[in-house]
């Protein structure tokens, strides 16, 4: 399976001949060429200006960082379970802060000292909000007053601060360290030593400390084995809000699509499930363009996979799908999509609920997947 270069042909404004030399095409003629120039792209045949970006690393964080900072977890989710589990086995002094239900339960189970969001922050210098991004609105607002002076409150999203949908105190400092790796695989990686990329920025430093103890909160969950990039809040969201609806969704329809076509065709549903991701070549694509980049890893794929996938590119209609992105775009960065997020959770999430019942596995594709997962011994 390969992912073959956009490239286009004809003779528009937007078109590139199959002669043309590559190594005579600028990055900008090959942006216009697949998705012309419009707003946030800038004029045809100039690129807007690239930020240089920062990573920081290990040799970045103040090892004695965290030594004597009491640091408060709010949730234990899958996230707030691996970090709270994370920053105790490095004995740091901690307090997971979790209302009472089956988290918390499960927070007290593993032996971590557990109290109520407002008592687990009122001595905490360092504060690290772990709910879930919709949620984080009705609650902070009853932690906020009782946050130290001078203490740093870190968000693991942009999307409320980005969104003003929280207000921080002005007295506190304001943070941001995202992991961009789930929950439970947070807890693996860096225990392994190998580590995981976050986004990390300061928002606000009022106590001079700010970044002195986001550096030393990102060692301590073992992010900056890997690097860390910072990234503004309001940037963060919006790359994440905007890879979530533009690619998620159009991989997800694709897949559905041939494997309602395959079987429709006479293929075996277990093959197109092995074909499509079972097999693990797929995950395999995505890392390639990880560790060669997007376009350098189509030469590692064979002759006919190339070729038929620059072919179907060719005919894929870009502008359409650009004028849908741009959508999807507009509709993130105006607050639209968040006003719907909050409307979701204050009506008790009748979306969400909707897609645990078509989710259930009760539908072709989850059957295959289970009999592939038996016979594989994967069950």
């Known amino acids: 399976m390969t992912v073959a270069p956009p490239l286009s042909t004809g003779t528009g404004p937007d078109r590139l001949s199959l ?3 590559p190594a005579r095409v600028s990055p900008c003629e090959e942006r216009d060429r697949l998705v012309g120039a419009g707003p946030g792209f800038g004029a045809r045949g100039v690129c807007p200006p690239v930020r240089p970006a920062r990573f920081f690393g290990p040799a970045d964080a103040e090892p004695d960082a965290l030594v004597g900072v009491r ?9 707030g379970a691996s970090v709270a589990t994370l920053l105790a086995e490095g004995r740091h002094d901690l307090v997971v802060g979790n209302i009472e239900d089956a988290y918390r ?3 007290v189970a593993a032996g971590l000292p557990v109290a109520d969001l407002v008592e687990a922050v009122t001595d905490a210098e360092l504060v690290y909000v772990l709910l879930p991004d919709e949620v984080i609105p009705s609650a902070f607002p009853t932690v906020a007053n009782r946050l130290r002076p001078g203490a740093t409150v870190c968000f693991a999203s942009g999307y409320c601060l980005a969104y003003d949908l929280v207000s921080p105190p002005p007295s506190v400092d304001v943070a941001l360290l995202a992991p961009r790796m789930l929950g439970e695989a947070v807890l693996a990686a860096a225990r392994s ?3 995981f990329t976050s986004y990390l920025a300061v928002e606000r430093d009022v106590s001079g400390q700010a970044w002195r103890r986001l550096l030393g909160l990102a060692a301590a969950i073992g ?3 890997r690097g860390a990039l910072e990234l503004g809040a309001a940037d963060e969201a919006l790359v994440d809000l905007l890879v979530e609806q533009t690619i998620g969704p159009y991989l997800g329809v694709a897949m559905q ?13 277990e093959a197109l499930v092995v074909e499509m ?12 363009f990880a560790q060669q980049g997007f376009y350098r890893s189509v030469r590692g794929h064979g002759a006919a996979a190339a070729f038929g996938g620059f072919l179907r590119t060719l005919e894929l209609d870009a502008q359409a799908m650009r004028r849908h992105f741009a959508a999807i775009l507009e509709d993130i960065r105006s607050g639209g999509f968040a006003r719907r997020l909050q409307a979701e959770e204050a009506t008790g999430y009748p979306t969400l609920r909707a897609i645990e019942a078509l989710t259930g596995g009760d539908d072709p594709l989850s059957q295959a997947e289970e009999r592939v997962r038996a016979a594989l011994g994967l069950a």
């Open 71 to 79: 640091i408060a977890v709010l949730g234990f989710g899958n996230l």
């Open 19 to 21: 002669g043309a030399d």
């Open 257 to 269: 699509l041939a494997f309602a076509l395959g079987t429709e065709a006479g293929l075996p549903p």
């Open 277 to 288: 991701y079972g097999s693990g070549e797929m995950s395999r694509v995505f890392s390639t």
């Open 105 to 107: 339960a499960k927070a």
């Open 193 to 195: 030593g190998e580590g």
């Open 223 to 225: 992010t900056l084995e």
